[in-house]
């Protein structure tokens, strides 16, 4: 009998649902979904399960697998597909680290208590690197119309970094979007600056990038110039509009308040979630930073989602499609099924004494979600 361990419900769409699990040797596995079965051959397995119908309860069984109803639960629940015809396809990433050489490092927090701290093995090439190359593969299979980089595209914020991380993307073509985050703005204030904030029209949707850096620190804001930029361009949009950046907001219904919080501070988030309240057009608020999965909603601000997306440099090694449609999106964070990435991003699983893995990836209601416009 294989050893399977470590099986996830990675994500769940419209049509498909696609579980992640590893085996101790290279043996064949089922995995079915209902009525339909898939057989992934190990010891890194990506069963992806499709022609299934939407807003549809299926049974889930992945052979040989232990029970684990918060990561394999018996049974999941299609999304419901957005109503009308799709329009288009768009993909983000965030934190993806180019420069980086060690993983699950904290400071000056001594590893053997925080531990373990991660590195390639000798004669490897950089784990940014591999992580990054099999995204970009991946989403050129999905040929989405537009790709946005939420920022912390280095490690350090030099220029040698920034060129490693524009090689790479620039496969991407005129599609590939990108903002700065925290990590690049350490150094040089004036790196990976674009014309921001700036918008992208696409069919169906208009998306707006704002930058929220503050130099030098990892705190982040979103000055009273860019809120105004997109108070205007939500209000003229004939489209819905879909807002990206790279810090994460404060949670604007808790009752304390800190200056020192390293998302978007306390005032600023309560602006964008003002602004957003009255701006029917915005659909969603969606970030990297926190490098994991969690979707927020606020009652004043009509219930749409503030997202943060796991990072692309280590586990779950993920990345977002977005599907829009006429009446709404969906969200489908998909994990890089490359083998070498795989390989990697189980290595990271269980840094910071073991709590990666649940604080990572996050529930698997922030990992796919449908969204009404």
Same mark, same amino acid.
């Given at each position: ?32 979904? !209902? ?7 190990? *010891? ?21 697998? *232990? ?20 329009? @288009? ?9 180019? =420069?980086?050489?060690? +993983? ?13 701290? %991660?590195?390639?093995?000798? !004669? ?31 490690? %350090? ?31 040089? *204030? ?32 979103? =000055? ?20 990206? !950046?790279?810090?994460? +907001? ?21 602006? %964008?979630?003002? %602004? ?41 090694? +993920? ?18 099924? @490359? ?23 996050? *529930? ?10």
């Amino acid at each position: 009998m294989a050893t399977v361990r470590d099986a996830e419900v990675m994500t769940v769409g419209p049509d498909e649902v696609v579980v992640t699990f590893v085996t101790d040797a290279a043996v064949d596995i089922v995995t079915r979904v !209902g009525e339909h079965e898939t057989v992934t051959r190990g *010891p890194h397995h990506v069963a992806r399960v499709t022609g299934l119908e939407p807003s549809t309860s299926y049974p889930i069984e992945v052979e040989d697998a *232990p029970a684990d109803a918060e990561h394999l639960p018996a049974q999941v629940t299609t999304l419901e597909r957005p109503s009308g015809r799709l329009l @288009a396809r768009i993909v983000t990433v965030n934190d993806v680290h180019f =420069g980086e050489i060690e +993983c699950g490092r904290i400071g000056d927090v001594d590893p053997a208590e925080l531990g373990p701290v %991660l590195r390639a093995g000798p !004669g490897e090439p950089p784990y940014p690197e591999v992580m990054n190359r099999a995204a970009i593969a991946e989403i050129e299979a999905i040929d989405p119309d537009a790709v946005i980089v939420k920022g912390d595209l280095t490690n %350090l914020g030099t220029h040698e970094e920034y060129e490693a991380f524009l090689d790479a993307y620039r496969a991407l073509g005129p599609r590939m979007h990108h903002v700065r985050g925290n990590h690049d703005a350490m150094v040089d *204030p004036h790196l990976a600056v674009e014309e921001t904030p700036y918008a992208v029209a696409l069919p169906g949707v208009t998306l707006a990038v704002l930058d929220t850096v503050i130099p030098g620190i990892e705190r982040g804001r979103i =000055g009273a110039e860019q809120l105004a930029w997109l108070d205007d361009l939500a209000a003229e949009s004939s489209n819905p509009v879909l807002v990206f !950046g790279h810090h994460h +907001c404060w949670n604007v219904e808790g009752k304390e308040r800190s200056a020192a919080y390293f998302g978007i501070n306390p005032d600023d988030s309560d602006a %964008l979630v003002d %602004l957003v309240a009255r701006r029917q057009s915005i659909g969603g608020y969606f970030a990297g930073h926190t490098h994991r999965n969690r979707v927020r909603r606020f009652r004043r601000a009509r219930n749409v989602p503030f997202v943060e997306i796991g990072a692309t440099k280590d586990y779950p090694g +993920c990345f977002a499609e977005y599907r829009i449609h006429e009446g709404g999106y969906t969200q489908i964070v998909r994990r890089i099924s @490359a083998p070498a990435a795989l390989a990697w991003t189980e290595q990271t699983r269980y840094m910071f004494a073991g709590l990666y893995r649940d604080y990572a990836l996050g *529930p698997l209601e922030s990992r796919a979600f449908r969204q009404a416009f």
